[in-house]
Nanobody, 120 residues
């Protein structure tokens, strides 16, 4: 129903930057929020940042001021600019979208994840 293409993960030194991109496709009739969650080894998945269809943003306290989320020019795309990265940001980052698909109700969908590793 909904597929994701995620890109931009990798290995970076502390203080460096990475940019994650995500494009959602498939049977999408409407999109509410898109964004990113992350999961570190041994921890629960947690919100990083989301953005609504009208540009309202929401950030985790741990990344506010360092990360910037934005909608792409293409439909159903989102980017996450990550600056001043810290080793604690190391995790698998998952693209997220709240959309109306074939179920005709708002549902949450997740990408396959991209690894971000920050070395100290």
């Amino acid at each position: 129903q909904v597929q994701f293409v995620e890109s931009g993960g990798g290995l970076v030194q502390a203080g460096g930057s990475l940019r994650l991109s995500c494009a959602a496709s498939g049977t999408i009739f409407s999109t509410n929020r898109m964004g990113w969650y992350r999961q570190a080894p041994g921890k629960q998945r947690e919100l990083v940042a989301t953005i609504s269809s009208i540009g309202s943003t929401n950030y985790a306290d741990s990344v506010r001021g360092r990360f910037t989320i934005s909608r792409g020019n293409a439909k159903n795309t989102v980017t996450l600019q990550m600056d001043s990265l810290e080793p604690e940001d190391t995790a698998v980052y998952y693209c997220y979208a709240s959309v109306i698909s074939t179920g005709w109700t708002w549902s949450d969908y997740w990408g396959q994840g991209t690894q971000v590793t920050v070395s100290s």
